[in-house]
């Protein structure tokens, strides 16, 4: 079992940043794909990014491309969101989710492959 807890939302205006965490406890944090959706009121859960279980390879959404990253600190247990430049649209419910590795024909920008999530974090940007 992993237990996933999202912090750093909140309300902040455009152009602005904020920095996400999603601070994970249960077991080894570095066998685990880490990945970030957002979900608006009234709209589908959008795929926002994933970073592999080593750091090495992450995978953005084209939505947030050039201004959202993704980093982790498996010592600390840690994945980060980071959001430059912050637009309107952007207004939603943060969820980080765990997805373990080593399984074939895993599909990371679909929820459904994820098996761990956590309760989520508002981010609201005012115009």
């Known amino acids: 079992q992993v237990h996933l807890v999202e912090s750093g939302g909140g309300l902040v205006q455009a152009g602005g940043s904020l920095r996400l965490s999603c601070a994970a406890s249960?077991?080894?944090?570095?066998?685990?794909?880490m990945g970030w959706f957002r979900q608006a009121p009234g709209k589908e859960r959008e795929f926002v990014g994933v970073?592999?279980?080593?750091?090495?390879?992450?995978s953005v959404a084209d939505s947030v491309k050039g201004r959202f990253t993704i980093s982790r600190d498996n010592a600390k247990n840690t994945a980060f969101l980071r959001m430059n430049s912050l637009k309107p649209e952007d207004t939603a419910v943060y969820y980080c989710?765990?997805?373990?590795?080593?399984?074939?024909?895993?599909?990371?920008?679909?929820?459904?492959?994820?098996?761990?999530w956590g309760q989520g974090t508002q981010v609201t940007v005012s115009s």
């Open positions: 249960g077991r080894t944090f570095s066998s685990y794909y």
């Open positions: 989710a765990a997805a373990l590795r080593g399984r074939s024909g895993l599909n990371l920008n679909q929820g459904v492959d994820y098996d761990y």
């Open positions: 970073i592999s279980w080593s750091g090495g390879a992450i």
